[in-house]
């Protein structure tokens, strides 16, 4: 695969997640050693990765994201009402909503849920630069997410269980200063071909040189 193929196609995988193929540890192993090539805010290299191999415990954060996912879908923020005035990005809005609720009623089947963390001195998360602190984690969840594509694998970046944070982090023994940013399922995926997802064109977000325009 070239970068491009890679950059290009690595999808959220839900629909076409192998649950009944189990993913060798020491590949999901690999594929953190690339992440860490991430960059993070002075060097601080604050990331830690929790990944999940246990049924029960996949199972129990399983439910929780289950549960997180339901209130979510009954939301006004549910993937499948935004865009409703546009026939066109409506019907893909439905396709990820319904692909949403599949993956829902499967998390805790995943072979490997792997839960990408930052730990902090203290249990409190810092006020102001939120960017400078999830920054300091996310692309190294997307790289581990962009390596697992190379070797197969299909993940999907989520983030729904979070409203019930703290209830993960007892399954997963987490002590309070360790924040969690994701929960990346990850497994063989069904079939290896994926393609570019359509987009909205370049010229609605790009601004040479200071503000133009915006959205209309
Ligand atoms: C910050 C963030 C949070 C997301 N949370 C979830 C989630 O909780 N559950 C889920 O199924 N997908 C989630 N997604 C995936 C998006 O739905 C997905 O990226 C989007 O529909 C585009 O599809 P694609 O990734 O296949 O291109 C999230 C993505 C991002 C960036």
Redesign the pocket.
């Given at each position: 695969m070239t970068a491009m193929d890679v950059l290009t196609t690595?999808?959220?995988?839900?629909r076409r997640l192998d649950l009944d193929r189990p993913v060798a540890l020491e590949t999901v192993r690999e594929c953190l050693e690339i992440a860490l090539q991430a960059p993070s805010g002075s060097n601080a290299q604050r990331w830690q990765f929790v990944v999940v191999t246990d049924a029960e415990r996949r199972a129990a954060i399983g439910e929780i994201?289950n549960r997180?996912?339901e209130a979510?879908l009954e939301s006004s923020s549910a993937?499948g009402k935004l865009f409703a005035e546009d026939p066109e990005r409506s019907k893909?809005?439905q396709r990820?909503h319904d692909?949403?609720r599949h993956?829902?009623g499967n998390m805790g089947r995943v072979p490997v849920l792997v839960v990408p963390c930052i730990e902090l001195p203290q249990a409190e998360l810092p006020s102001g630069n939120q960017a400078g602190l999830w920054g300091s984690l996310?692309p190294a969840a997307w790289s581990y997410m962009l390596a697992a594509r190379t070797r197969g694998l299909g993940t999907?970046?989520?983030?729904?269980?979070?409203a019930h944070e703290r209830e993960a982090a007892e399954v997963l023994g987490l002590p309070d200063n360790v924040h969690q940013g994701?929960?990346i399922p990850t497994a063989h995926t069904i079939g290896t071909s994926?393609r570019p997802?359509k987009?909205e064109p370049v010229e609605n977000v790009l601004h040479v040189n200071g503000w133009q325009g915006g959205r209309e």
């Open positions: 690595t999808r959220s995988v839900r994201y997180a996912c979510y993937a893909v809005q990820v692909s949403v993956l829902a996310l999907a970046w989520t983030t729904l269980h979070l994701a929960l994926f997802a987009r």
